[in-house]
């Protein structure tokens, strides 16, 4: 029996009288990579955003761990659901400042040799620690990004789009990165991506959302050979 991560019960979610998410009620499983595909404007970034309180619901109830995400602190919430976006942002500043910077916001300090370990967590050399952070490639920097977002223990990982503008090298690396992190500490992961192949690849379950419907939540293998007419269309549309 699956455990629950995320629970979203009739989950709406209005902004300047446009209803972007609409009766959403699903679960995401405890230590699982669920992918979330859709066209734009589906209310996939919205779902995210949800998900460690950027935005809340307009009426239904979100639970994180069996517990109602409004009875979290917010920094408490932040730190163990984890956000990675398409465009990292990152520091001016050393590989090790970046590092640092969720520890000082908690007012503690982030040893050189645990800022080492985090790097090679994500398959990035301890050479790394004194460069300068904005001469990182692309693919370096999402690696940086998702070490900061580790380095607050984060159980729950929401990731938007992290691989779009990345080459195919970079973008196998943060997919091998990913895999990793959900085997070997079991992290929950929320990857949102147009890639439907990367979807098919890596995701234990796959939901599509479509004009803030969720269309269909299911097992990836399920969902890809989906009865749903609006699956199918999609998928249709997505390899024309």
Excluded at 67 to 89: F, N
């Amino acid at each position: 029996m699956n455990e629950n991560a995320i629970q979203f019960q009739h989950i709406c979610y209005n902004a300047n009288d446009t209803n972007i998410i609409n009766d959403l009620t699903a679960t995401i499983y405890k230590g699982k990579i669920t992918t979330l595909i859709g066209p734009s404007g589906a209310g996939k970034t919205t779902l995210l955003k949800l998900c460690n309180g950027l935005i809340t619901a307009t009426s239904g109830s979100i639970s994180i761990h069996n517990k109602p995400i409004e009875t979290i602190e917010p920094t408490t919430l932040r730190r163990s659901v984890g956000m990675a976006l398409q465009s990292a942002p990152i520091l001016k500043a050393t590989v090790y400042e970046n590092l640092s910077l969720p520890r000082k916001l908690q007012h503690k300090e982030l040893t050189k040799e645990e800022a080492c370990r985090y790097l090679r967590d994500v398959g990035l050399s301890e050479d790394f620690l004194l460069r300068d952070a904005s001469d990182l490639s692309g693919g370096q920097k999402q690696k940086l990004s998702i070490a900061r977002t580790l380095i607050n223990e984060s159980d729950i990982l929401l990731l938007d789009e992290i691989t779009s503008a990345l080459d195919p090298k970079s973008v196998r690396e943060i997919e091998d990165l990913i895999v990793t992190l959900n085997d070997r500490f079991g992290v929950t992961i929320i990857w949102i991506t147009h890639n439907i192949e990367q979807a098919e690849k890596l995701g234990h379950y796959t939901w599509m959302l479509k004009n803030g419907e969720l269309i269909e939540a299911n097992e990836t293998n399920q969902l890809f050979h989906s009865t749903n007419e609006i699956v199918r269309q999609f998928f249709t549309q997505t390899h024309d």
